[in-house]
T-cell receptor, first 116, second 111 residues
């Protein structure tokens, strides 16, 4: 498909387990963003990549959260030793331009993480 | 302090009953204000970008307007398929262009 693809769509983890969430952005999109969305809230920024460079990780809530985009395309968000408060939908978005602020991000459908 | 505040949190309308959603922002130097639509179980979908006070954008039954302190999303004669959560976002103060989102307004349009 032509859109942003995220997998898995749903993940149930036991507290303390590690999880990895994958994002496949639109081909050719330079910028990639990860957001966390709790139930009934707006998306909260986690981290931003331009190609393979992680330019902003100020939104990552703890050192248990780690993101990478090694070849400037697919990205993985990893959460170590999951906690119940990590339960949320994790949204990935990509955009074509970085130098012009159009505000147009293309979002995937998200990965819903439930930590028991 | 939240940089983007949306109101109301939820809105129920009858089909055809026009209304407006509000987004107020506190960033000192606005570098764009973005509206998105989010359907249940889906990611947000981009609607509009507004850059300066007085600017308006339209798409079907939706019209977005911008003042120096807030933006309105006007919905004219809504239909049930307009039911969704509408999110507003702005880049924060400083150099980043990464959108900071509000909590959204959940709109339900009854037939």
């Amino acid at each position: 498909g032509a859109g942003v693809s995220q997998s898995p769509r749903y993940k149930v983890a036991k507290r303390g387990q590690d999880v990895a969430l994958r994002c496949d952005p639109i081909s050719g999109h330079v910028s990639l963003f990860w957001y966390q969305q709790a139930l009934g809230q707006g998306p909260e920024f986690l981290t931003y990549f331009q190609n393979e460079a992680q330019l902003d990780k100020s939104g990552l809530p703890s050192d248990r959260f780690f993101a990478e985009r090694p070849e400037g395309s697919v990205s993985t968000l990893k959460i170590q030793r999951t906690q119940q408060e990590d339960s949320a939908v994790y949204l990935c978005a990509s955009s074509l331009r970085t130098s012009r602020n159009t505000g147009e991000l293309f979002f995937g459908e998200g990965s819903r993480l439930t930590v028991l | 302090e939240d940089q983007v505040t949306q109101s109301p949190e939820a809105l129920r309308l009858q089909e055809g009953e026009s209304s407006s959603l509000n987004c107020s922002y506190t960033v000192s130097g606005l570098r764009g204000l973005f509206w998105y639509r989010q359907d249940p179980g889906k990611g947000p979908e981009f609607l509009f970008t507004l850059y300066s006070a007085g600017e308006e954008k339209e798409k079907e039954r939706l019209k977005a307007t911008l003042t120096k302190k807030e933006s309105f999303l006007h919905i004219t004669a809504p239909k049930p398929e307009d039911s969704a959560t509408y999110l507003c976002a702005v880049p924060p103060d400083g150099g980043s262009y990464i959108p900071t989102f509000g909590r959204g307004t959940s709109l339900i349009v009854h037939p």
